[in-house]
């Protein structure tokens, strides 16, 4: 019998993980791990990181090194900077954990998901908003209207692909395979969504909204919507969504929706429909192109990783997960000769949640200090935490962030699996080196 191929390091651990410490270590006796790493296991685990372990007595089992986990690859698209392009067709392009560093995400670090073709016009002139379905006034509005007819108003908001971390389960799922950085916080300018469908005159009648704009399927066949997602009238009165013109005090880049876009924060960013040019307010559930089971689903239960889930079981994401992320140092970073502490950054959201803390560990989680929140820049911003962390003596350390959210819901050090692979919240981790002195 052909034995199994292994894709990934992660595979390989995820699969069988004293498998995976015998091939790369050498022998694992008795299926100890921690009696492993006390032997010659040990000292090559330590060799191939290039670095002692101080605190490998509480290594969970099966765990992965994140210095030996992570690859990185930069390209970039015009108009970004360092983004690691996923697919070019449609264009998907991350950005990696340390070029998110800044409180207000440039545009240019932005991350990109798009589901179809750019459209070839992405002129603000001439280009016109359509309101319609369960309301007494339908509107056709230009950009010039938005900005006249209604208040301009500016916000920080957190903006997460459902699928961030996607490449983080096994068995995997299709799809592109962000690692971390499907997340962005930059500053929008636009007008409230709900200041909109208020002049509207929303309906009783009205349930759910159905979002439209100019990009292209795939295919090339105008019958076929590339993206068309909506949400309960509830969330879209949120007065926190924006429609949007401006990113971060300039029009929009052409990638990330020009010339104008929903903003739904905190909820899976397919809702924040780019390109916009209708919003269809419905007296249903809206049935657009990636509203069908499982797009944009999760069982509505816990499920064994490659469980077969029957569709009538999915239920569509809404708010998105509690989540962190180390932005600084970068991964790997090795420390001065002497140097024994370092400073670390980082940014904790939680979808419609706040956050109330964030803590580190540097010893695999067998101690937890909390970090300091820097104040919010508004409801929906990502929140910074900063925190001074030590070490003992010299070695390979790695530093795991976890946030909490106000429901008191934590990270976990492993994310549930799902068929689609969405809501990845597993804790971050980065590698740090500390030399002898």
Request: charged letters at 20%.
């Amino acid at each position: 019998m052909a034995s199994k191929k292994i894709r990934s390091l992660r595979e390989l651990y995820q699969d069988d993980p004293q498998r995976a410490d015998a091939l790369l270590f050498g022998r694992v006796p008795h299926g100890d791990r921690r009696g492993f790493l006390r032997g010659a296991g040990l000292a090559a685990m330590g060799a191939t990181l290039g670095a002692a372990i101080p605190f490998h007595r509480f290594m969970p089992s099966g765990l992965i090194p994140v210095a030996l986990a992570e690859t990185t690859e930069e390209f970039v698209l015009e108009g970004k900077d360092g983004l690691i392009v996923l697919n070019d067709r449609p264009i998907n392009a991350e950005t990696p954990a340390h070029l998110l560093d800044d409180d207000v995400t440039p545009t240019a670090r932005h991350f990109v998901r798009n589901n179809g073709i750019v459209p070839d016009n992405t002129s603000a002139e001439g280009w016109k908003l359509v309101i319609d379905g369960e309301v007494e006034r339908p509107l056709e509005l230009t950009i010039e209207d938005l900005k006249s007819q209604f208040e301009v108003v500016e916000y920080a908001l957190q903006l997460e692909c459902g699928g961030n971390g996607r490449a983080g389960f096994n068995p995997p799922a299709k799809g592109n395979q962000w690692t971390l950085g499907a997340i962005g916080n930059s500053k929008w300018t636009g007008v409230r969504l709900k200041d909109v469908l208020e002049k509207a005159g929303v309906k009783p009648s009205a349930v759910y909204t159905g979002h439209f704009g100019a990009d292209t399927h795939l295919s090339g066949d105008p019958d076929k919507q590339a993206l068309s997602r909506g949400m309960p009238i509830e969330k879209a009165l949120d007065p926190y969504n924006l429609i949007a013109f401006q990113q971060n005090g300039q029009d929009l880049h052409p990638l990330n929706g020009a010339p104008l876009r929903l903003v739904v924060p905190g909820w899976p960013g397919s809702c924040s429909q780019k390109w916009l040019t209708r919003i269809w307010v419905r007296d249903r559930k809206h049935d657009g192109s990636k509203m069908e089971v499982p797009s944009y689903s999760v069982p509505a239960y816990p499920v064994a990783p490659g469980t077969d889930v029957p569709e009538a079981d999915f239920v569509t994401i809404h708010s998105m997960p509690v989540k962190s992320m180390i932005t600084s140092p970068q991964s790997g970073e090795t420390l001065e000769p002497g140097q024994k502490s370092l400073a670390l950054r980082g940014h904790a959201w939680a979808g419609d949640a706040g956050i109330t803390k964030v803590e580190i560990s540097n010893d695999f989680g067998a101690t937890w200090s909390e970090a300091t929140l820097k104040p919010l820049m508004n409801p929906y911003s990502w929140v910074t935490f900063e925190s001074e962390v030590s070490f003992p003596t010299h070695g390979y350390y790695e530093i795991w962030a976890r946030a909490t959210d106000e429901n008191g819901i934590a990270q976990p050090f492993a994310a549930p699996w799902n068929p689609k692979g969405y809501l990845n919240n597993a804790m971050h981790r980065i590698a740090v080196m500390v030399p002898r002195a």
